[in-house]
Protein backbone atom coordinates (compact mmCIF):
# COMPACT_ATOMS: atom_id res chain seq x y z
CA UNK A 1 0.00 0.00 0.00
CA UNK A 2 0.83 3.56 -0.55
CA UNK A 3 1.36 6.06 1.99
CA UNK A 4 -0.76 9.01 2.20
CA UNK A 5 2.24 11.20 1.46
CA UNK A 6 2.85 9.17 -1.57
CA UNK A 7 -1.05 9.68 -2.70
CA UNK A 8 -0.66 13.04 -2.47
CA UNK A 9 2.40 13.82 -4.14
CA UNK A 10 1.29 11.40 -7.24
CA UNK A 11 -2.21 13.31 -7.13
CA UNK A 12 -0.36 17.04 -6.77
CA UNK A 13 3.31 16.88 -7.52
CA UNK A 14 5.76 19.45 -6.92
CA UNK A 15 7.85 20.60 -9.83
CA UNK A 16 7.03 18.17 -12.72
CA UNK A 17 7.83 19.23 -15.48
CA UNK A 18 10.80 19.85 -17.72
CA UNK A 19 12.32 23.50 -16.84
CA UNK A 20 13.21 24.94 -20.53
CA UNK A 21 16.20 26.95 -18.86
CA UNK A 22 17.59 24.03 -17.04
CA UNK A 23 21.43 24.60 -16.25
CA UNK A 24 21.90 21.62 -14.99
CA UNK A 25 19.72 17.86 -16.48
CA UNK A 26 20.24 14.31 -15.20
CA UNK A 27 18.85 11.20 -16.08
CA UNK A 28 18.17 7.35 -14.59
CA UNK A 29 16.74 4.49 -16.65
CA UNK A 30 15.49 4.72 -20.29
CA UNK A 31 12.34 6.43 -20.91
CA UNK A 32 10.16 3.86 -22.64
CA UNK A 33 12.53 0.68 -21.15
CA UNK A 34 11.59 0.27 -17.80
CA UNK A 35 11.29 2.70 -14.67
CA UNK A 36 13.08 6.13 -16.02
CA UNK A 37 13.54 9.32 -13.82
CA UNK A 38 14.85 12.63 -15.25
CA UNK A 39 15.94 15.83 -13.43
CA UNK A 40 16.34 19.19 -14.20
CA UNK A 41 18.22 22.02 -11.40
CA UNK A 42 18.53 26.07 -12.08
CA UNK A 43 21.16 26.89 -10.39
CA UNK A 44 22.88 30.15 -9.46
CA UNK A 45 25.74 30.55 -7.45
CA UNK A 46 26.20 26.82 -6.33
CA UNK A 47 22.62 27.02 -5.19
CA UNK A 48 19.86 25.46 -6.93
CA UNK A 49 16.97 28.31 -7.35
CA UNK A 50 14.83 25.76 -9.39
CA UNK A 51 14.10 22.33 -10.21
CA UNK A 52 11.85 19.45 -12.12
CA UNK A 53 11.18 16.35 -12.66
CA UNK A 54 9.76 13.52 -15.49
CA UNK A 55 8.91 10.06 -14.80
CA UNK A 56 6.52 7.61 -15.61
CA UNK A 57 2.75 6.94 -14.32
CA UNK A 58 3.26 5.07 -11.59
CA UNK A 59 2.62 6.69 -8.16
CA UNK A 60 5.86 5.57 -6.35
CA UNK A 61 8.12 6.93 -9.57
CA UNK A 62 5.75 10.31 -9.45
CA UNK A 63 6.14 11.23 -5.53
CA UNK A 64 9.86 10.11 -5.64
CA UNK A 65 10.53 12.46 -8.17
CA UNK A 66 8.18 15.08 -6.39
CA UNK A 67 10.02 14.92 -3.23
CA UNK A 68 13.64 14.79 -4.84
CA UNK A 69 12.86 18.17 -6.49
CA UNK A 70 10.94 20.12 -4.04
CA UNK A 71 13.70 18.51 -1.41
CA UNK A 72 16.46 20.24 -4.01
CA UNK A 73 15.47 23.24 -3.62
CA UNK A 74 17.40 25.95 -1.80
CA UNK A 75 19.74 23.63 -1.39
CA UNK A 76 23.78 23.84 -2.52
CA UNK A 77 24.84 21.74 -5.18
CA UNK A 78 27.01 19.88 -2.04
CA UNK A 79 24.00 20.10 0.37
CA UNK A 80 21.76 18.04 -2.43
CA UNK A 81 24.16 15.21 -3.10
CA UNK A 82 23.80 13.99 0.37
CA UNK A 83 20.43 13.37 -0.23
CA UNK A 84 20.20 9.31 0.26
CA UNK A 85 17.50 7.30 -1.31
CA UNK A 86 17.11 5.77 2.38
CA UNK A 87 16.07 9.67 3.25
CA UNK A 88 13.53 9.94 0.56
CA UNK A 89 12.27 6.32 1.44
CA UNK A 90 12.01 7.35 5.52
CA UNK A 91 10.46 10.92 4.22
CA UNK A 92 7.67 9.47 1.80
CA UNK A 93 6.66 6.62 4.99
CA UNK A 94 8.29 3.96 2.63
CA UNK A 95 7.74 2.30 -0.60
CA UNK A 96 5.67 -0.93 -0.86
CA UNK A 97 7.54 -4.17 -1.73
CA UNK A 98 9.37 -4.10 -5.17
CA UNK A 99 9.25 -0.37 -4.92
CA UNK A 100 12.01 0.59 -3.05
CA UNK A 101 14.40 1.00 -6.27
CA UNK A 102 12.21 4.34 -7.30
CA UNK A 103 14.65 5.85 -4.96
CA UNK A 104 17.36 5.01 -6.00
CA UNK A 105 16.63 6.17 -9.13
CA UNK A 106 15.07 9.35 -8.25
CA UNK A 107 18.64 10.13 -6.31
CA UNK A 108 20.73 8.34 -9.71
CA UNK A 109 19.03 10.98 -11.49
CA UNK A 110 19.61 13.91 -9.16
CA UNK A 111 23.26 12.97 -8.40
CA UNK A 112 23.81 12.60 -12.54
CA UNK A 113 22.25 16.43 -12.80
CA UNK A 114 24.98 17.37 -10.31
CA UNK A 115 27.75 16.22 -11.90
CA UNK A 116 27.19 18.26 -15.12
CA UNK A 117 28.03 20.84 -12.23
CA UNK A 118 31.01 19.01 -11.57
CA UNK A 119 31.91 18.51 -14.87
CA UNK A 120 31.66 22.17 -15.82
CA UNK A 121 34.31 23.06 -12.95
CA UNK A 122 36.63 20.98 -14.55
CA UNK A 123 36.51 22.69 -17.81
Known sequence: MYSQLI?????????????????????AGIQGQGPFMEVYLNHSDNVIVDSGFETYTC??????GSFIAKW???????EARMITADDLNIVLGGLPLGKEH?????V???????DMANQEVQK
Do not use: W
Open 108 to 114: KALNSAL
Open 7 to 27: LSLFQSPYHKGRLADATLTGN
Open 102 to 106: LATLA
Open 72 to 78: SCGKTLD
Open 59 to 64: PAAVAC
